[in-house]
């Protein structure tokens, strides 16, 4: 009985872990906002060179993202930074991306408008703006480094590459499929997508930075002790 209690606890860590790590990743990767920008930079080029260029993007932002994943504890330490600290501003972060998909407006911590007229001109743009900042911007690094810090197992760690990956290879068909997306999708189904995708990452960002506090101001989060009523000697014994 102990056993089957204990494996089932083991295997429903395991899997809230997943959920978690592939959809805070892929929320704030988010490759349904990155269509239309991937299908402006590249216009007038060949169906052959769109595929090569979403896929080198792709595999280049995964590449990123697991460099933070495996540094990010020599990150820690070289800059004397705490988790804790690093919970509430990756939350901020995650929560302005969130606040602009709610919006669906473009998130201004990937890029700006100056940097998206540069790339129009840019003969390859598979590294820059796509794979890093659009792909594997500032929220996804903060996230994938979050993340990174809770683990404190080695299948934790496994799980988290995999997400990484997996996200890669869905933003890869997604971008692969830019024209079909944005034709079926249009922009309300897309702005819709984003509108969800948005509110889970709120709450996400949201306990990100509750983890944050919590672990900066323990004391905050212990239960007060429970008052003993004392009762006054009787003066008349």
């Keep these: 009985g102990i056993s089957i209690t204990g494996q089932f606890a083991h295997l429903s860590g395991l899997f809230s872990y997943s959920v978690v790590a592939f959809s805070a ?49 020599l990150i820690f330490k070289l800059f004397s930074l705490t988790l804790a600290a690093f919970k509430i501003a990756g939350g901020i972060l995650l929560l302005l991306t969130a606040l602009d998909m709610l919006r669906s407006m473009p998130a201004r911590t990937r890029t700006s408008g100056k940097e998206l007229s540069e790339a ?63 034709r079926y999708l249009g922009n309300t189904g897309r702005a819709i997508l984003e509108r969800v995708m948005g509110l889970l990452l709120v709450a996400i960002a949201v306990q990100f930075m509750i983890g944050g506090v919590r672990d900066a101001f323990p004391e905050l989060f212990r239960p007060s002790a429970p008052r003993v009523a004392t009762v006054a000697p009787d003066q008349n014994s």
Excluded: H
């Excluded at 490759?31 to 595999?59: L, N, Q, W, Y």
């Excluded at 129009?120 to 480094?145: E, Q, S, W």
């Design 120 to 182: 129009v001109n840019k003969p390859d743009v598979a590294i820059v703006p796509l794979a890093m900042p659009l792909l594997a911007g500032p929220g996804a690094i903060a996230t994938v480094m979050v993340l990174t810090a809770q683990a404190n197992r080695i299948w934790q760690f496994l799980l988290l590459a995999l997400s990484v990956v997996v996200t890669a290879a869905l933003s890869y068909l997604v971008l692969r499929a830019a024209s079909l997306v944005n």
């Design 25 to 73: 990743i892929f929320f704030v990767v988010d490759p349904f906002a990155v269509v239309p920008v991937f299908i402006t930079i590249t216009e007038g080029d060949s169906e052959e060179k769109r595929r090569e260029m979403a896929r080198r993007a792709c595999m280049v932002s995964a590449a990123i993202l697991l460099a933070f994943l495996v540094g990010g504890g």
